[in-house]
């Protein structure tokens, strides 16, 4: 059974610059979820993907985007990306929504 | 005012010492999560309740929905617990609401 993998672990961006972040989703799961976690903070919801299809999602404006895969995986865009976006992300997979929960790594962007 | 909140947000004990973190919501919620959270930023889950007491090794957590609070309890810390402790409360909607966290740091 393997867990959930996020790529790259460590980024580094410019302001104004576009970023894409990988999630796979652990063996089973159907539902992804993604955090921002700002330093010091706890994580806060970005969106949750089901089954391909956006599933909820947080206060964050519309250039934070994302997709899942038919394998369940899936990306997170962020678009003209700013100094306060620099942050670590999480993904999080689960079934349904419902349930526990299983965590990746984390990527951490810092944007310059 | 936060949906969850934990307390205490720093805490250091000695090795051998029993720990309490407690958290308060103030939604309603289908699941509470405890969760691990080491330096290097990966996230563990330690346990998800919705009733109850639920226990793992020298972990207890506890949940009282009526008061809408549940405890975390560590018997015999170790150094090796310290890390960053979180509760995450799981609403009707999909999404996990997380307090701020408890940085425990145990100490020989």
Known sequence: ?112 | KNEVEQSPQNLTAQEGEFITINCSYSVGISALHWLQQHPGGGIVSLFMLSSGKKKHGRLIATINIQEKHSSLHITASHPRDSAVYICAVAGTASKLTFGTGTRLQVTL
């Open chain 1, 1 to 112: 059974e393997t867990g959930v993998t996020q790529s790259p672990t460590h980024l580094i961006k410019t302001r104004g610059q576009q970023v894409t972040l990988r999630c796979s989703s652990q063996s089973g799961h159907n539902t992804v979820s993604w955090y921002q976690q700002a330093l010091g903070q706890g994580p806060q919801f970005i969106f949750q993907y089901y089954r391909e299809e956006e599933n909820g999602r947080g206060n964050f404006p519309p250039r934070f985007s994302g997709l899942q895969f038919p394998n369940y995986s899936s990306e997170l865009n962020v678009n003209a990306l700013e100094l306060d976006d620099s942050a670590l992300y999480l993904c999080a997979s689960s079934f349904g929504g419902r349930g526990g929960y299983t965590f990746g790594s984390g990527t951490r962007l810092t944007v310059v």
